[in-house]
């Protein structure tokens, strides 16, 4: 808080507040430095302000003189004041504007967060313990927390587990059994312990002959088509015994693939062809009495046989490009060859034609001529076309099979025909009319020869009212 002489011109000085992110906000107040009367001393004019708390001023506006403010002061609704002789106020009658930066960072510390205190010891010496730190401040304007959480130690911490139960024992005597254990790091599969993962011990110790496994083959008897033999030892608990069943040696073939040979060729084979024909034998290649794939040599051999002039087509080739996507053609050819070279001999054609890319290919074909007139004037007349596909008749085409146009198209008026009897106009003796209309090519006209109206009498029956009435006339007279 800042106060000044009476003597020195109106100052307004605006302090624009920017807090960091432990700082407590202040609220957008400007408050106004006047004297008012100080019920604690008897009613005497102080220099105050609004507000008890300094945290509420953002600035301050100081008056000229006790006895005129300036007219934009504010009316608080707080009636709270706040007097300079507080210890926290600063008064300085000389070099006003650096006290007022001091101040202002005596104001900033007033109503901010104090720094955070140092961590706490961590909770845990690995696998991630807490620590804690705290923070003050020295008014009721801070906002936040008073207390920090972070966690530490979160190195690993490798350790074994207890060690499992013993496996089953390997066999009914001098067998073996293990069992194991396993390393966790808060909790985790580790592998940071000292020490072995398994353990191992003997059982069944009693007496019990077995075979040792066999040992390597001796050296085969031969080159090719040998035998060689390999032993065991029969073991007690470790010692010599000879109470195992079973042999004690055992023998094998061996070198059996170094003495490939073929058998002797077989008979030819049927000729392939009366003519410029093949044929084939075959041999059998053994080792040791074994079939064998050691042997030098084909297994099958082949000569020609009735070897007379003999034309023959080749197997037909592939067939061409289709010549259209749909209802097209396509041809193959083969060759004629006898014995292996070019002939004119054969019996056949050298070329193939098919149809392909048969499936539906519908279109309409051109339209026809227009058909005779229907009328001398105001007639009409029709062509048709027809859709095909492939060549064969078809229902596939988009669009319709026949036309028509109008012709004779002069003028052609004709009366259309008598409409119906209009109502008799009398019970007797009435009349009644029917009429007709005169079109040209279906459009009104009044070029018809003829009337357009007709009448004709109806209810044609006596009257007896008018006779009796005539009756009368012919007595009176």
């Known amino acids: 808080m800042w106060v000044f002489n009476r003597p020195n011109t109106l100052l307004i000085i605006q302090l624009l507040f920017v807090m960091t992110a432990h700082l407590a906000v202040v609220q957008s107040y400007v408050c106004i430095l006047k004297e008012r009367p100080d019920p604690s001393r008897g009613g005497a004019l102080r220099w105050s302000l609004p507000y ?5 001023c953002q600035g301050v506006v100081a008056p000229k003189n006790a006895q005129t403010c300036p007219r934009s002061e504010v009316e608080y609704e707080d009636g709270d004041l706040w007097f300079i002789d507080d210890p926290r106020l600063l008064v300085m009658r000389q070099n006003w504007e650096k006290d007022i930066l001091d ?55 490798p350790a074994w587990t207890l060690w499992g139960a013993w496996g089953t024992c390997s066999a009914s005597c001098c067998g073996e059994q293990s069992r194991t254990r396993t390393c ?11 020490g072995a993962e398994s353990d191992e011990q003997t059982c069944n110790t009693q007496e019990c002959p077995a075979w040792t496994s066999w040992g390597a083959w001796a050296t085969c008897s031969a080159s090719c088509c040998g035998d060689q033999s390999r032993t065991r030892t029969c073991l007690s608990c470790g010692d010599p015994s000879t109470d195992c069943v079973g042999a004690e040696s055992d023998e094998q073939t061996c070198n059996t693939q170094e003495c490939p040979a073929w058998t002797l060729w077989g008979a030819w ?25 050691g042997c030098v040599g084909a297994e ?3 000569q020609t046989c009735n070897t007379q002039e003999c034309p023959a087509w080749t197997s037909w080739g592939a067939w061409a490009t289709c010549s259209a996507s749909c209802c097209g053609d396509q041809s193959r050819t083969r060759t004629c060859l006898s014995c292996g070279e070019p002939s004119t001999d054969c019996v056949g054609a050298e070329s193939d034609e098919q149809g392909c890319n048969t499936q539906e290919c519908p279109a309409w074909t051109s339209w026809g001529a227009w058909g005779s007139c229907s009328a001398s004037c105001c007639g009409e007349q029709s062509r048709t076309r027809r859709c095909l596909s492939c060549g064969d008749p078809s229902t596939g085409c988009v669009g319709a099979e ?10 052609c008026p004709a009366w259309t025909s008598w409409g119906a009897w209009a109502t008799c106009s009398a019970s007797c003796c009435g009349d009644q009319s029917r009429t007709r209309t005169c079109l040209s090519c279906g459009n009104p006209s009044t070029d018809c020869v003829g009337a357009e109206s007709d009448e004709q009498g109806c209810n044609t029956q006596e009257c007896p009212g008018m006779i009796l009435r005539v009756n009368k006339l012919d007595v009176e007279n």
């Not at 804690?132 to 927390?145: E, F, I, L, N, W």
């Not at 410029?276 to 794939?293: A, F, I, K, N, V």
């Not at 026949?402 to 003028?411: A, F, L, V």
């Open 184 to 194: 966790l790091s808060c909790g985790d599969p580790s592998t940071g312990c000292v």
């Open 103 to 157: 101040e202002l960072m005596n104001r900033a510390t007033y109503c901010a967060w104090a720094s955070w205190g140092v961590w706490s010891t961590c909770s845990a010496s690995c696998c991630g313990g807490k620590q804690y730190r705290t923070r003050t401040c020295p008014s009721t304007h801070c906002t936040g927390a008073t207390s920090d959480t972070q966690t530490c130690n979160t190195q690993g911490c």
């Open 300 to 302: 099958s051999d082949e």
């Open 269 to 293: 084979g049927t000729c392939s062809a009366s003519c410029c024909g093949e044929q084939s034998r075959t041999r059998t290649c053994l080792s040791c009495g074994d079939p064998s794939t």
């Open 402 to 411: 026949s036309d028509e146009q109008p012709c004779n198209t002069q003028e």
């Open 52 to 56: 008890k708390e300094i945290c509420f």
